[in-house]
Structures are given as structure tokens and as C-alpha cells.
């Protein structure tokens, strides 16, 4: 074991270090391993029982909940969401009077610069800016400021980034608050408006240290989103098998051990309601009470199709940050595949850039390895028995043959297995079952040895003892 931990190249301070992180004696754990080279030291450190270890890492989470505001309550919710709204297009239309104006340097400003111009014109020309936090308009320029910086990188990079657009009423009503935040009951006291009821209840509504909030107004709906700074204890890692995972339209989603997730398929399923809701809108008489109705049921049906395809994104990326060890995902080009548009709206109805960003941070949270596999690997034409490539494969073939070694197997589920060979040096057919366990250290993957094993396709691997 000592002569594992030579090749790793820690030295007996790397060892007084570590014991001094974690409040342990180096003595301790020389007399307690009976060794004194810095390898055994080192390994018996590592070999100690969790208890022993105070490392923890720091994360941002938000908590959402939705609130009960009366009428009062609801009106001030209201004016600081136009608060932060005036402001947003009062600051981009001085940047775009101050670029045609002026010439070089002077034609860019910042969002202190305008917090500042903006103090000095509150009082003759924005009185009723005094009735609002002053959080909301600070927020509003420095959301302006980002939208900007965005543009400017998009242009840098090559990226169609669209230049900042002017805010209209009653579509994004939304602002942001920091300061003197607690929940308080059911209750969260929020600056200047006050303690507003929250609709859910639980014991306990956030952890951590409350940076910010941010309120907005969805389908006459208001939510609130806390912001956190958390502490948690470091991950273990995870012992068991690793997934290929690979999305699509008519699946949501196939493991390499051939679970499948099914697609809920949210806008494909109420496009007809939606429709007809559209089409009442379009003959209510502008400005009506009318119309103001109709356009809240369809504002309805738009939170009600979002709300799904959130909540079976979050559930799946859950399960597999959780009961996995190496999750590999392919690099999409979406954008590419929206070009397609007879099943354009069928990709975007999947959200497969939410699917990766959502399993990003999971993975850093539960302990499990992401891997992102090259957007020119041939995951789908390529066997994953054999190896053999084809050189064509379209869309309509749903069940992929190999011409070398005749294999029949599903075209997403071969896609699946071909995903797990991607992070690994070495892997033996490419089935869920033969993927070594999860790796510590990089160091460890160097020795896995190889065999001989005949494909199971009726049955997939069997999780680890530890999940069961």
C-alpha cells in the first residue's frame, strides 16, 4: 500500500499539512499505523473514519417559494417591479443616446456611473423613487451592465448574442433586494414591503447565510427566489457503476443499462390549448378586461408547460447525480439540430441544455463524475460490440444492425453504451456491467485489467450493494 501512495508524489510536509487541516496529531498517526515513511502516514489518513475530517465546501442554492400577498402587499410588490423596470430602460436608453453622442471612451459608461447620475436626478425628476428599496434600481444597472458585458463577449467570441432590449409592463415584472432578509414564521420579511406570507409550510424554508432575493410575477403569480450561501460537508464519492446517458425526442432519456426515462413531452401535449387560447386572444379588443383575461389563462398554460418540464428534469438529474459514479453525457449542437424545422419544436420541447447545466452542479454536490463526450464522437453509428462504423445512419433507422458482427440492438440504447466507453481507458464491450468502479484518483485507473465477457442485452447491470 505505501509503495501505491510513493507514485503519488506526496511529501512528508504535504502530511504535516494535511494533519494540521484536520486537527490531528502527526504522532497519533504514526504510533497508530506503525509507520514512518510519508506514504504509510498519508494512506492511514486517508483510511480514517469520516468523523475524523472537518473539510466542507461552500455553494450558492435557491430556494422558490410562491406568496400569499394581500392587496396592500401587492401593490408595493408592484412598484418596485416598476421601479427596477423604469430603470432597466431609463439606463439603456442613456448608453445608447451616450454611444451616438459621443466619441472613443466616452461613449461607455458603467452601472456605478449611471447609480450615481441616477441619485442626483431622483429627487427633482424621480420623487417617487423614495417610496421603493434602493436595491431595485441598483440591481436593475447592474443587470444592464451584464446584459452589455454579454453582448460585448458575444461579439468577441463569434456568438449571436442580441443587443439589450427595453422592458414592457406586465411581461417582466421582476426585481432583486438584498440586506435585512428572514423568513420569520411562514412569513419572509423582504425590505421596505415587509413580512409577506409564504404559501407553503415547512419547518424550515432555507439554510445558510440569505445573500439576496429576487421576487418576480409569473401568470399574476407571485414567487419569490432565496438566495444562499451554504455550507455542506465534502461528497463521498459514489460506488457504483457508470451510465451512459443519451436524450432524445420520443425517449427522454436511455441508460446504458437500458433504463429508459419517458418524454413528458410538456409543450407537445397542450399545443393544442395553447392554440386556441392564442387564437382567443388574438379577437379580444385591446385594452379590454376581456383580453386582460385571456391573456392570464394562456399566461396559465405557459407556467403550467414550463413547471413540467422542470420538474422531470429535476427528478432525473437527481437520480443520476445520486446513484452513479461516472455520468457521461454527448456535447450537443442544439442549435444545429433546431435547423430541422420539422423537429424543431420537438428538441426545444426537451430542454437538453437544461438537462446538462442541471446535472453540472449536481454532480459537484452529491459527489458523481460528469463527463461531457466530444461533439465528433460517433456515438449512434458506431457498435458497441464490435466497434464497426457505418457510414450513414438516418433518423428513421430506430433499431441499429452491425454488418460486421450482427448485432440487433436499439438505436439509442447503443448510443447509450458507446457513451460509457468514453471516460474510461479501458472497458470491455462497452456494457453497463463491465465499467469499472467509480475512481478516486486518476492514479487508479491506470491499472485496470481487461476481460473477456459475453454481452447480457436482456438484463442490465446490477447496482452496488450500497444502494440497495
Known sequence: MCARWNKV???????????????IPLSELVSLFQCNEPSGILYGLLSLQPHYFLTSMLIHKAYRYELDPNNVQRTALLQHAGVARFTYNWGLDQRIKLYKSNQGNDRFTDPMKQHKLLNSMKKTQFPWM??????????????????????????????????????????????????????????IQLPRIGKIRVKEK??????????????RRRANRWFVSVTVEEEIPDPKPIVCYA???????????????GTTFAN????????????????????????????????????????????VRQDTLHKLTTYLAKSHSRIVIENLGVSGMMKNRKLARAIADVGMYEFRRQLEYKCQWYGSQLHVAPRTFPSSKRCSSCG??????????????????????????????????????????????????P????????????????????NGPKCCSSLS
Not at 438516418?394 to 466507453?421: K, P
Open 243 to 257: 451510465v451512459g446517458v443519451d436524450l432524445g425526442i420520443k425517449t427522454l432519456a436511455t441508460l446504458s443499462d
Open 9 to 23: 508524489g506526496y511529501s512528508l510536509g504535504d502530511c504535516f499539512s494535511i494533519c494540521a487541516k484536520n486537527t
Open 202 to 215: 415547512r419547518k424550515q424554508y432555507c439554510k445558510g447565510r440569505i445573500l439576496s432575493v429576487t421576487v
Open 130 to 187: 423614495y417610496e421603493c428599496s434602493k436595491c431595485a434600481p441598483q440591481e436593475a444597472l447592474r443587470d444592464l451592465g451584464r446584459a452589455f458585458k454579454n453582448f460585448y463577449r458575444g461579439l468577441k467570441d463569434g456568438k449571436r448574442i442580441g443587443f439589450p432590449r427595453f422592458k414592457s409592463k406586465g411581461r417582466y415584472d421582476s426585481f432583486r433586494l438584498y440586506g435585512t432578509i428572514r423568513f420569520v414564521g411562514r412569513k
Open 439 to 458: 475512481v478516486i484518483s486518476s492514479e487508479m485507473t491506470k491499472k485496470q485489467t481487461s476481460m473477456k465477457q459475453e454481452p447480457k442485452w436482456t
Open 264 to 307: 413528458p413531452r410538456a409543450l407537445g401535449r397542450e399545443i393544442k390549448k395553447l392554440r386556441k387560447l392564442s387564437k382567443s386572444l388574438s379577437r379580444k379588443k385591446r385594452g379590454s378586461k376581456n383580453q386582460g383575461r385571456a391573456k392570464l389563462r394562456l399566461a396559465r398554460m405557459h407556467l403550467r408547460i414550463f413547471n
Open 388 to 437: 464497426h462504423k457505418k457510414k450513414e445512419l438516418s433518423l428513421s433507422e430506430r433499431v441499429y444492425e452491425c454488418e460486421e458482427c450482427g448485432l440487433t440492438i436499439d438505436r439509442d440504447l447503443n448510443a447509450a453504451l458507446n457513451l460509457v466507453t468514453v471516460s474510461l481507458p479501458e472497458t470491455l464491450n462497452a456494457r453497463g456491467e463491465d465499467v469499472r468502479l
